[in-house]
């Protein structure tokens, strides 16, 4: 099986000429041609821009008729050696093979000849205007063509084989390597101090380039080689990055996310998502400060309890289904070992309350986790300031 490596923009002409073959040769009750993806690889140049390039065979028959197959065209154009195009590699006899041709053994010039092969493997050279007579087809001539553009298919291919030229390639195919930009965007991260994502500038919240695009500039600008990610950024990058190549996506997000992190290369237009994998990381991540206590369930489930608790939060959830005069409120309280308390609750409370300590009695309801925070939902509750 021949295979070749071709890069983005190659492929895209190879299968767009694959694909009008083959519903050639369908109409010539002939076998369609497919490009079957093996693999792919990667290549970068000294810039750091790289190129993928898909490993294809080129899948198809030899047209066949009255038991002749196609074996390989022959371009005498050149007037020494032909032209050679054929599907498979053909003996090395023909590489010098003058424009003969068996059926009229007429000695006169020919730009074209045809090598054909039957079952039992015995090879004729025909000339271009005696096909029609040698196979008893009425038009062979578009067998022919088609045989001759399906070898142009194969010489393409053979010419892209393992190119990542830019000119050749295209500008417009260039990756590169993820991990590389990331660093590049921990530096930037580290250097403003905060990420700067299109919607803050759009609102107006920051001005200048996203943290992506500066990241992007940096990495492949020159003449700031002072300003180069740390060692602390690239182990920074790493674990940024395996941890989103084992998430459990829970939406469309997190899932690019996850495809980014999976990828050797990405391109101008991943930029954006892949730069964002750090404030996600941080977000499944809160940093607790060290003299900040975490919150823990308190008691257990239908255990009554009698504590001191300072409101932290109250939110107004409208009006009550159950009264319509009545305003349902949302009571967060921490304890002195900082564990959440929530009370769902009916009452006049306002943003005020805020940072009031309260004895409480009640009922422990259930515990629950909000947002990675362990939260002891409360009932039946009976409060008096302190």
Known sequence: MTTYK????????????????????IKLGLA???INAIGETWKTNDEGYSWRLTEIEIIGESPVIAGWKFLASLDHTLGNSPVIRSLVEVKSSWRSASPRCVHCNANRVRNHTYVLVNEAGEEKQVGSSCLKDFLGHADPSKVAALFEECGELLDYA???????????????SRFFDVAKFLAYVALRIRTDGFFISRKMIEEGKASGSTTGQSALTAMFDKSQDKDRPSEKDYEL????????????????YQSNLKAIANSEAIDNSHTGLAASIFPAYNYA??????DKKVSEYFGTVGEKFNLILTVAKTVCLG???????DVRWLVTFKDENGNDFSWFTTG???????????????TIKEHKEYKGIKQTIITRCKIEEK
């Open 6 to 25: 071709i890069n983005d923009t190659a492929l895209e002409k190879i299968q767009a000429l694959a694909e009008k073959l083959s519903k050639r040769a």
């Open 32 to 34: 369609p041609i497919a």
């Open 158 to 172: 053979q010419k892209s084989d393992g190119d990542f030229d830019e000119e050749r390639s295209g500008k417009s």
């Open 237 to 252: 990058t790493s674990l940024v990055l395996d941890w989103a190549a084992n998430l459990e996506p829970e939406n469309t």
């Open 285 to 290: 991540h809160p940093v607790v400060p060290a």
């Open 319 to 325: 009006d009550s289904p159950y009264n319509r005069y």
């Open 348 to 362: 006049d409370w306002s943003t005020e309350d805020e940072g009031k300590k309260f004895a409480v009695k009640g």
